[in-house]
């Protein structure tokens, strides 16, 4: 008894429906950081990637070394600065390029970088787009509403740019192509206002997050006079202990670097 349908009906029928399609391969950029280019393969271009963690945990290290090394490699960037929190100074330390870098200062406003980051996408030219929402607080960024991440999803699947989310939390869903969670280990050193004169500018061995935590008053009385010294602490060394969350593998799936500063 002859089958209803053979395989040459259903070939002749939906044409290249049924054929096995070889993977394209995945253009990506380098994060300038070998640790974690051999976790990831590089940032892939033309998807999301997301770097989420705490405060500490790294994610200006990490932003300002691929920054680094994008701006210094012919890529054009561009950083949407959702809480004015990019400090110019430490970025120039860490060797970022700023004739490459456009940066938006969204002055707290999550919607206004929202729209800048869309507008960014569209007019297209960029190698490196970067939304800062790591200072935004968690229960405003949970409310962000999944379209956003789609449209943006959509707008760049066909370009060669890398969209970079980094937030306290995971928020981009599913539209991620890559999610990498940071957590950090800082190390600080106590230092007075006299020594901290005499240290040089922020000194980039390797993905320098130059970090200072708040200052300590002490009062000291000599001969009378009552005066005020400042005591604070200088971060010396941060190990960053990255976990690729997105997407899975049998492999290996975390890795970690050290981002440090002389004192």
């Known amino acids: 008894m002859r089958a209803p349908f053979s395989k040459s009906d259903f070939a002749s029928r939906f044409g290249d429906v049924f054929k096995v399609h070889e993977k394209s391969v995945v253009e990506t950029l380098s994060t300038g950081i070998p640790e974690i280019d051999a976790l990831t393969g590089g940032l892939p271009r033309g998807a999301i990637t997301e770097i989420f963690g705490p405060a500490s945990s790294g994610r200006t290290s990490l932003m300002y070394s691929m920054l680094a090394y994008a701006t210094t490699h012919e890529e054009t960037c561009a950083l949407v600065d959702t809480n004015d929190a990019f400090a110019p100074t430490s970025a ?23 729209k800048a980051t869309d507008l960014l996408l569209h007019a297209g030219g960029f190698g490196l787009v ?98 005020q010294a400042v005591t604070g602490n200088l971060l010396r060394l941060n190990t960053i202990k990255v976990n690729r969350q997105r997407p899975l593998s049998p492999s290996l799936n975390e890795s970690q670097f050290r981002a440090y500063q002389n004192i």
């Open 92 to 114: 120039a330390a860490a060797g970022i390029d700023f004739d490459s870098l456009l940066w938006v200062r969204g002055a707290g406003n999550l919607e206004h970088a929202f």
């Open 130 to 227: 970067i939304l800062d929402i790591g200072d935004v607080a968690v229960q405003d960024t949970r409310r962000i509403i999944s379209s956003w991440w789609y449209r943006f999803r959509h707008t760049v699947e066909d370009r060669p740019t890398v969209l970079m989310v980094v937030s306290e939390e995971a928020c981009t869903r599913s539209c991620s192509a890559l999610t990498l969670e940071l957590n950090g280990a800082a190390e600080w050193s106590q230092a007075n206002a006299e020594s901290r004169a005499a240290v040089p500018g922020p000194f980039v061995a390797r993905n320098v997050l130059p970090m200072r935590k708040p200052a300590n008053r002490a009062t000291v009385t000599q001969q009378g006079v009552t005066q």
